[in-house]
């Protein structure tokens, strides 16, 4: 986003959605961490998606976001003129690794995949010596879902324990050609379907996250990986289960279970 036509066209284009996984993983957040969250710092803010996002779950949070193009924060700060008047924004480019912060909350939103390996090393590291939980959002794709899962062991080893959407603290039983990915759906409107060429009133944004924590936390339940596959007279999932594996669970339609399950969605937590 190098002027500001780049910025308000992903205003339009991909800030929508942007917010949309933002929300989930935050929201995420808010079911999971058993802490405060009054303190935000968003790293890479771009136009504000992530303290929209947040200011939504938690209303009241004092947010600061760190973006070094400054067409995007005079974007930002014009779309939050009137109803998020207090958030701060600093000009800066966040690889510096130095963020002398001491915050609740560090959101770090489709900015990995912008960045090379070392920087990411070491922006995951500067957001771990200032937060009590991280956030961290990518595209939902095979390469998105690998950066997260460097970034959740790195939050590992500083420490943290994983709060969601991963059930167990052990290395992430998913690998190539598959990958962890969940889809959040939102609105389109006329300009959004006209921009994109689309005739669906809807779309749906694919992503993966992490949520890590130095506070205490809730264990998220075993989780749905895939949409369920419904073959006749059974239902198969795909879990990724507390013991730190990926299994397959088939459920006949005999089972008592059955009935319940048809309503089983993709992402959806799944008891012991």
Same mark, same amino acid.
């Given at each position: 986003?190098?002027?500001?036509?780049?910025?308000?066209?992903?205003? %339009?284009?991909?800030?929508?959605?942007?917010?949309?996984?933002?929300? $989930?993983?935050?929201?995420?957040?808010?079911?999971? #961490?058993?802490?405060? @969250?009054?303190?935000?710092?968003?790293?890479?803010?771009? !136009?504000?998606? $992530?303290?929209?996002?947040?200011?939504? %779950?938690?209303?009241? *949070?004092?947010?600061?976001?760190?973006?070094?193009?400054? !067409?995007?924060?005079?974007?930002? +700060?014009?779309?939050?003129?009137?109803?998020?008047?207090?958030?701060?924004?600093?000009?800066?480019?966040?690889?510096?690794?130095?963020?002398?912060?001491? *915050?609740?909350?560090?959101?770090?939103?489709?900015?990995?995949?912008?960045?090379?390996?070392?920087? +990411?090393?070491?922006? %995951?590291?500067?957001?771990?010596?200032? $937060?009590?939980?991280? %956030?961290?959002?990518?595209?939902?794709?095979?390469?998105?879902?690998? +950066?997260?899962?460097?970034?959740?062991?790195?939050?590992?080893?500083?420490?943290?324990?994983?709060?969601?959407?991963? !059930?167990?603290?052990? $290395?992430?039983?998913? #690998?190539?050609?598959?990958?962890?990915?969940?889809?959040?759906?939102?609105?389109?409107?006329?300009?959004?379907?006209?921009?994109?060429?689309?005739?669906?009133?809807?779309?749906?944004?694919?992503?993966?996250? *992490? /949520?890590?924590? +130095?506070?205490?936390? /809730?264990?998220?339940?075993?989780? #749905?990986?895939?949409?369920?596959?419904? !073959?006749?007279?059974?239902?198969?999932?795909?879990?990724?289960?507390?013991?730190?594996?990926?299994?397959?669970?088939? @459920?006949?339609?005999?089972?008592?279970?059955?009935?319940?399950?048809?309503?089983?969605?993709?992402?959806?937590?799944?008891?012991?």
């Amino acid at each position: 986003m190098n002027d500001a036509l780049d910025c308000l066209a992903y205003a %339009v284009m991909r800030m929508p959605a942007t917010y949309r996984a933002l929300h $989930a993983a935050l929201t995420a957040t808010e079911r999971h #961490v058993r802490a405060p @969250i009054s303190t935000h710092l968003d790293l890479g803010g771009g !136009p504000g998606a $992530a303290a929209w996002a947040a200011a939504a %779950v938690w209303p009241g *949070v004092t947010t600061e976001l760190i973006e070094r193009q400054r !067409p995007a924060i005079q974007l930002g +700060r014009q779309l939050a003129a009137e109803h998020l008047p207090g958030l701060r924004w600093t000009t800066a480019d966040l690889r510096s690794g130095d963020l002398d912060r001491d *915050v609740d909350l560090i959101t770090i939103g489709y900015v990995l995949n912008e960045l090379s390996e070392a920087d +990411r090393t070491s922006v %995951v590291k500067a957001a771990a010596r200032a $937060a009590t939980t991280i %956030v961290i959002v990518e595209p939902g794709t095979p390469r998105g879902h690998q +950066r997260t899962v460097e970034a959740r062991a790195a939050l590992i080893e500083h420490g943290f324990t994983i709060a969601a959407p991963c !059930p167990h603290q052990y $290395a992430c039983p998913i #690998v190539s050609p598959d990958w962890c990915h969940f889809a959040g759906r939102l609105p389109r409107t006329e300009l959004h379907r006209v921009l994109k060429n689309g005739v669906r009133n809807f779309e749906d944004e694919k992503f993966s996250y *992490v /949520v890590a924590t +130095r506070a205490p936390a /809730v264990p998220a339940a075993n989780r #749905v990986l895939a949409r369920p596959a419904r !073959p006749k007279n059974r239902i198969i999932l795909d879990l990724c289960t507390a013991a730190g594996t990926k299994t397959h669970l088939t @459920i006949p339609k005999s089972a008592d279970t059955y009935r319940p399950t048809r309503h089983t969605t993709w992402g959806a937590p799944w008891p012991d």
